[in-house]
């Protein structure tokens, strides 16, 4: 049923929150490899919570997932996408938990099996790639809003992902380190969901556009010819 | 840890509730206004670790965290883990009521005592030394408590001998992944926030 | 305690326990707590089984009252078991007297096996009361009347304080999780589990504690000045008193059995 | 020494943290009615402590502080300029600390010695005003993050603040909200220290910008007409 060259499908996709009623209904989509993908919608839509069903740190409901090429439903088999999804989270400071960068970065190879050593060696490389060397001491706490997003980005690469999921990533960046950020995705070979309330941000990065909206998603024509940039 | 209402004899729950009283009335004077929110921040860390479940084997164990209460509070740990156990006792019927002050000085008295044991190791300037002296706070506070619940049972009659060796034996396991948890925490916190355990920052910074 | 409680506390906000609005809701928080005292105090220092007997029926009757949710309070009930079921079942072996049977060589006596059950009533009628009459009063009015019984101010503002944070705490504990889980970490029984637990704690703290600093400076900056503020009065009424005029008797009678 | 028409005012105001060093370095600053001044710099500059320091959250290590008229050093005299002045968080999250919305608006006006009665009053009638009717019985924590920000807006507004402090007040918004967010301030009479990242938002509020930048504050020139709007 899985489509071939689809890394992530969902068909039917269904979730409700106790309290707040259904988000999400019946909802489909599907990630390509190469794209680059923007997930816009008002405050409160469920864009989060759409992603957090992806990897199955929420359950669906009602609907069925595919990735990487199997159909995932129960937490066992969500453990192998978490391994191979890259997921930034919307707050930083949820994220890092370890005193210092080069552990916190080191920390999803180690959940992967990795050594100590090759697990340090893979978290300095991954911060050098994204021009954070000298940070590897820093105490992740202490970080600025800016550089604490690029230590997130870099422990989500880290486990070398075959995609990335990213919420929200230019929250409360200044100008400078925004485009650093830009820089450094547009230059990332995997496929990636991006949500964002930053048109600018979505048209520079996305090569396509989907809107969640009273719990149905729908495609977004993007008639502006910058929006496709890659 | 806990124990339930009606198994101790009326002198242990006498002795219990006056120890308390006397802790938390220490405890209270050495504690501002100004650092209510700490204290509660921690009596409320303490509630939610005993949620914290970690496997061990085929079984698992829930976190207790007296040592690295004791380590930030001193004294003040007294007021702060009596709160979070009479919130435990009265919202989810976790141990018992009458039996609180005996609960209480069980796992608070361990705490003030790993404070005055440990507190100088944790600061010291090597972080080897330090997480040591954090295990041995972790480990060392779960054994009083174990110990001091062993004698609440043993004073309360002869038979309970054997479910008090048997409650020690059965918390080896919590005292080595304390010891472990409470090592690493304490790393951390004195690296990022050191004034937290009391710790000068000119010490840890070399 | 077994697996499926956890979380139950985690998302604990300071509410009172769930259930439908009762009779025991509109009585006097005060009263509440020094009456569930005084039964506390009869129940466990009784020694008979027929005052036992009574007060377990007595707590099952105010649960009742308070129209508990049923499941909810059942699981509650269920976990204070599962803390003392190692005790009541040693308790028959480990207590000289007559045999009463034996089982695997070991013989067990009456009298342990009176004294375990002992412990069972005491335990059942205790917790069952305080979850009536006490459990279902959401915690900051249970911290003011505990104010107006006498206890010292500090103490019931720590307890305030320690409400306010739970639910802090508790979210910031799922988030961080979940966001451990993201990155492939699983719960095992080694090194690595343990530090990143401990880190895990740790970073908790320091998170919980920055946040209570800068609450309390949003608190500030709109004119508090370390009283808390409660959309309820404490008056006693009819309804109290005619509560107390079956209640207090009740007592006495409990007491008096112990004597005959 | 205080200029007549100032609001706050301060000068020679300094401020380090114990292991971060300097982040301000005799920051001088004056704020007159009627004025609404953007507030900018990088990640980590310095302007959430900035206006901390304004309303006595956090003590100047050197400088001096006048506010409505006198001058304000101590914790005492700090308690009527937080009575005064409304103070919104960089974080909802961080302001909402009742249960329902009503109870959150109505905490300010109780702190200041109105009756019960009076207090849900005015929360009421300030939450209509801003258009958030109905949200009353709404429990804080479960609305979406652009609903917060505006309840957090009624708290600082049920307190009639004499001026408004607002830190990074449209983060995480959608453009909606944005909009809302605007034309609400916009309407507002009162003078505002406004902190943001967001250069169209800057653009359509403030009468004047000035930014921070290694540790010292400096007067922006707003060359583009359309920045003046008052
Ligand atoms: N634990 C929860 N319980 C009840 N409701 C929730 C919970 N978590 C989220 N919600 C609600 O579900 C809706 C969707 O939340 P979600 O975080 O997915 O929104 P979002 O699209 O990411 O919004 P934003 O742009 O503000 O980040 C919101 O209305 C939110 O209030
Ligand atoms: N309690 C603290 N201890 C040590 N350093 C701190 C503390 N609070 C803030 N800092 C540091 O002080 C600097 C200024 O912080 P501040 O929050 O004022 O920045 P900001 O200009 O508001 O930044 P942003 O745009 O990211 O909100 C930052 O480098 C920050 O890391
Ligand atoms: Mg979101
Ligand atoms: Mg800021």
Redesign the interface.
């Known amino acids: 049923m899985s489509e071939q060259n689809a890394i992530i499908k969902v068909t039917g996709l269904s979730y409700r929150y106790p309290?707040?009623g259904v988000v999400l209904d019946s909802v489909d989509f599907a990630l390509h490899a190469g794209e680059r993908v923007a997930l816009t919608?008002?405050?409160?839509a469920g864009k989060t919570t759409l992603l957090?069903l992806l990897?199955g740190?929420k359950k669906a409901k009602a609907g069925d997932i595919w990735a990487f090429g199997e159909s995932r439903s129960e937490e066992k088999q969500f453990?192998d996408v978490?391994?191979r999804a890259g997921?930034l989270?919307q707050?930083p400071?949820?994220?890092?938990?370890?005193?210092?960068v080069l552990?916190d970065v080191a920390?999803?190879p180690?959940?992967?099996g990795k050594s100590r050593e090759e697990a340090l060696k893979i978290a300095s490389e991954t911060l050098a790639s994204l021009g954070m060397e000298g940070f590897e001491e820093r105490?992740?706490?202490?970080l600025?809003?800016?550089?604490k997003r690029m230590i997130t980005l870099a422990?989500?690469l880290a486990?070398e992902p075959e995609v990335l999921l990213l919420d929200?990533p230019s929250?409360?960046?200044?100008?400078?380190?925004r485009q650093r950020l830009i820089d450094t995705l547009l230059g990332l070979p995997q496929a990636m969901i991006i949500i964002s309330?930053d048109?600018d941000f979505i048209a520079q990065l996305a090569t396509r556009e989907v809107r969640l909206e009273d719990a149905k998603l729908r495609a977004v024509n993007l008639t502006e010819p910058q929006r496709v940039t890659a | 840890m806990h124990i339930v209402d009606g198994a101790l004899a009326l002198p242990v729950l006498a002795t219990g509730a006056a120890l308390t009283v006397a802790g938390v009335a220490i405890g209270l004077k050495k504690m501002d206004y100004d650092h209510l929110p700490q204290v509660g921040v921690l009596s409320a860390a303490f509630f939610i670790a005993s949620y914290i479940h970690l496997p061990i084997g085929f079984s698992s164990v829930h976190l207790i965290l007296n040592g690295l209460i004791g380590l930030a509070l001193g004294w003040a740990a007294f007021p702060a883990l009596l709160v979070a156990l009479f919130l435990q006792a009265v919202f989810f019927g976790f141990g018992g009521f009458l039996v609180l002050g005996v609960n209480a000085v069980n796992i608070a008295l361990p705490a003030v005592m790993v404070y005055y044991l440990c507190r100088h190791g944790i600061s010291s300037p090597s972080p080897k030394v330090a997480a040591t002296w954090g295990a041995i706070g972790g480990a060392g506070s779960i054994v009083i408590t174990t110990v001091m619940v062993a004698f609440s049972l043993m004073l309360s009659g002869e038979a309970f001998l054997l479910a008090a060796k048997a409650t020690f034996v059965a918390h080896i396991p919590v005292m080595v992944v304390e010891g472990f948890v409470t090592a690493a925490a304490v790393l951390l916190i004195r690296k990022v926030k050191p004034e937290f355990l009391g710790i000068d920052e000119e010490r840890a910074y070399g | 305690m077994p697996q499926f409680l956890e979380h139950s506390g985690t998302s604990w906000k300071g509410q009172k326990v769930k259930h439908d609005q009762s009779l025991i809701d509109r009585l006097d928080p005060r009263l509440r707590v020094v009456l569930v005292t005084l039964f506390a105090f009869a129940t466990v220092l009784s020694h008979n089984f027929i005052v036992l007997t009574v007060a377990v029926i007595a707590g099952f009757l105010l649960a009742i009252l308070a129209q508990l949710n049923v499941k909810r309070t059942l699981r509650r009930v269920i976990a204070m078991d599962m803390f003392m079921i190692f005790l009541i079942i040693l308790l028959p072996f480990t207590t000289p007297g007559e045999t009463w049977f034996t089982l695997f060589g070991l013989s067990a006596s009456k009298d342990g096996f009176l004294h375990a059950l002992m412990i069972l009533l005491k335990a059942h009628a205790v917790v069952l009361s305080l979850l009536a009459l006490v459990g279902t009063i959401s915690a900051t009015t249970l911290g003011h009347a505990l104010a107006h019984l006498r206890v010292p101010d500090k103490l019931v503002h720590l307890m305030l304080f320690t409400v306010r944070y739970l639910e802090v705490i508790g979210q910031e504990y799922k988030r961080m999780r979940r966001a451990m889980q993201a990155r492939a970490f699983v719960l095992r029984t080694d090194m690595h589990t343990w530090r990143s637990i401990g880190y895990l704690i740790g970073m908790l703290l320091v998170h919980s504690l920055e946040r209570s600093e800068r609450i309390m400076d949003a608190m500030k900056c709109r004119g508090y000045k370390g009283q808390f503020y409660l959309f309820d009065d404490m008056r006693m009424g009819r309804e109290d008193y005619r509560f107390i005029a079956i209640f207090v008797p009740f007592l006495c009678i409990l007491t008096g059995l112990n004597f005959i």
Do not use: K
């Open positions: 309290r707040r919608g008002p405050n409160g957090h990897v740190l453990i978490r391994a997921f989270f707050d400071d949820d994220q890092l938990f370890c005193p210092t552990e920390f999803g180690l959940n992967l105490i992740t706490h202490q600025s809003g800016g550089e422990s989500v486990m929200e929250n409360a960046l200044d100008s400078d380190a309330h048109p």
